[in-house]
């Protein structure tokens, strides 16, 4: 994994590592994250902007999972860039190498981007969204930030247009604002089932669509990342048999208001 820290050449250095991309091939289309009829939604549009939003600030590490993923899917095996903002990195920590191959990523296809500043973040994100090299693009932020202005979301949505590559803007401690992106999503973490002999069970998300540019149907979807399939899928069904819930219930009886099952 490359690491590139914000300085003030910080731009400069990332357009020389884009340019080396480039030569080495970096248009490749491979054949990304594969897609079935398991997936727990269609895939997302390339090209242009999605906004990803923590449910709660405890949800950072999520929503950040949640973009890589979502990243890696529309990278199709090209080099994904990531920038991220120090706040984020404070809050929800850092990037930890064993924890990316877990989830998939070889960390060559990766080059991180950590910035002081939301200002930089931005021109990180442009400059990597016009390489025709890069495959996605995730931005994580922390807090609200006058940055993260109509026009600046415009300009980013362009520039992914402009390169053909995918941002995901991943925000914690932020309400949703108005933007221009192709979707808004909130995104929270959620409890995973162990696996066979009690092993850790796969990253576990809950996912709400809030919002799909120019309308659209919108729902919340729970969520495993498989890291073999390097996709997205619905949880196991539970082994063993359910008891259905009544279709009705007796009325309570008298005096029982205020009882609690034990």
């Known amino acids: 994994m490359r690491n590139t820290y914000s300085r003030p050449d910080a731009l400069a250095a990332l357009k020389t590592r884009l340019k080396a991309l480039d030569r080495a ?18 895939p997302v549009a390339k090209g242009v902007l999605h ?5 709660a600030p405890a ?5 950040n999972a949640f973009g890589l993923g979502m990243a890696l899917g529309a990278a199709a095996e090209r080099p994904i860039v990531w920038g991220l903002h120090e706040m984020m990195a404070q809050e929800a920590g850092r990037p930890h190498g064993p924890g990316l191959h877990e989830m998939g990523l070889s960390p060559r296809d990766l080059l991180l981007v950590r910035t002081r500043d939301i200002q930089t973040l931005l021109a990180v994100g442009e400059e990597a969204l016009r390489s025709p090299a ?22 980013l949505a362009l520039a992914a247009e402009t390169g053909g590559g995918t941002l995901f803007l991943a925000r914690a401690g932020a309400l949703p604002c108005p933007s221009a992106a192709e979707t808004r999503w909130s995104v929270a973490s959620c409890i995973s089932e162990p696996l066979e002999g009690g092993a850790p069970g796969r990253p576990s998300f809950s996912a709400t669509l809030l919002r799909r540019r120019g309308g659209g149907a919108t729902g919340t979807w729970i969520m495993e990342w498989d890291r073999e ?11 063993g048999g359910v008891v259905p819930l009544a279709a ?3 009325a309570a009886a008298p005096g029982a208001v205020g009882r609690r099952a034990a």
């Open 134 to 155: 890069v495959g996605a693009v995730l931005l994580s932020a922390w807090g609200e930030a006058r940055a993260f202005s109509l026009t600046a979301s415009r300009r």
């Open 59 to 63: 949800d950072a590490v999520a929503v």
């Open 25 to 42: 091939g970096g248009h490749r289309v491979g054949a990304g994250a594969r897609k079935g009829k398991d997936d727990a939604f269609a």
């Open 248 to 250: 009705q219930r007796p």
């Open 51 to 55: 906004d990803l939003y923590a449910a």
């Open 229 to 239: 399939q390097r996709t997205f899928r619905p949880p196991s069904p539970l082994s």
